[in-house]
């Protein structure tokens, strides 16, 4: 569907192509919208993306040349127009594709009823990141998303004279994957636990947790949770620490 949309704006990008006022519908569904679709629409085209297995984030990259046809023209797409080659038929995993093409091919008439493609793109690029952000908060036990709840946040502080060797060691604490806590992967043993409080060694308990270390954590700050601590502390206040602990040459 979505290749459907690129190869017929790049023909509408040309004035005398025959492809001009073509609608934008499927075969199980009549879509219909005027300027600022409602969200229910989207919702009804991302089923067919859904039984197509056609992938999210394919959606979300669509790239038309510059400047873009629609910008130029009131385009509209048809869906009920794009074709499966022979090739494409009959793959194991494609059956509800085949459906919904040969079920196009068996229309007789559409209803000439209109919806714009800008109006239709963001919404599409809304929804995409919706269903992202509901995966990732699926995701709660995974370390990541303490560092990284909301999906598309920037958290790359570099601060004044930052080098490439502490750039580094903030990816890698961000990650929560350092040579000091991992290398037991490496070496294929046990996870290793602290020696003083018999916890699980990890990025964040080095950071935050371990009890022997809070006099000097309050040296450079004074943050309880790694969200806090990527966004409010300069990167440089936390090489401190770790140099000050003598593990900043491990990261």
Not at 87 to 114: F, H
Not at 188 to 194: I, K, T, Y
Request: a positive charge; charged letters at 25%.
């Amino acid at each position: 569907m979505k290749l459907a949309f690129n190869y017929v704006l790049k023909l509408k990008s040309l004035p005398r192509n025959p492809c001009h006022d073509v609608v934008f519908e499927t075969p199980l569904s009549n879509f219909s919208a005027v300027t600022k679709s409602e969200a229910n629409l989207v919702a009804n085209i991302f089923e067919h993306f859904k039984n197509a297995n056609i992938s999210l984030n394919i959606i979300d990259n669509l790239h038309v040349q510059c400047p873009p046809p629609w910008e130029e023209h009131n385009i509209t797409v048809d869906i009920s127009l794009t074709k499966q080659s022979k090739e494409n038929t009959s793959i194991q995993g494609n059956e509800n594709v085949d459906k919904l093409a040969k079920a196009a091919l068996n229309r007789t008439s559409t209803s000439g009823k209109l919806i714009c493609y800008s109006d239709l793109k963001p919404k599409i690029n809304t929804y995409i990141k919706s269903v992202w952000q509901r995966d990732w908060d699926a995701e709660g036990a995974n370390k990541l998303h303490e560092v990284l709840p909301n999906l598309g946040e920037d958290l790359h502080r570099r601060g004044e004279g930052a080098g490439r060797k502490r750039e580094t060691a903030m990816c890698r604490l961000r990650v929560g994957h350092t040579w000091l806590t991992q290398r037991y992967l490496l070496k294929n043993e046990e996870q290793p636990f602290c020696y003083a409080c018999d916890s699980l060694y990890t990025v964040r308990h080095i950071l935050i947790e371990r009890p022997d270390f809070q006099d000097t954590r309050r040296k450079y700050f004074s943050v309880t949770d790694l969200y806090r601590l990527f966004r409010e502390v300069n990167p440089s206040r936390i090489v401190g620490y770790l140099k000050d602990l003598g593990v900043y040459g491990h990261i």
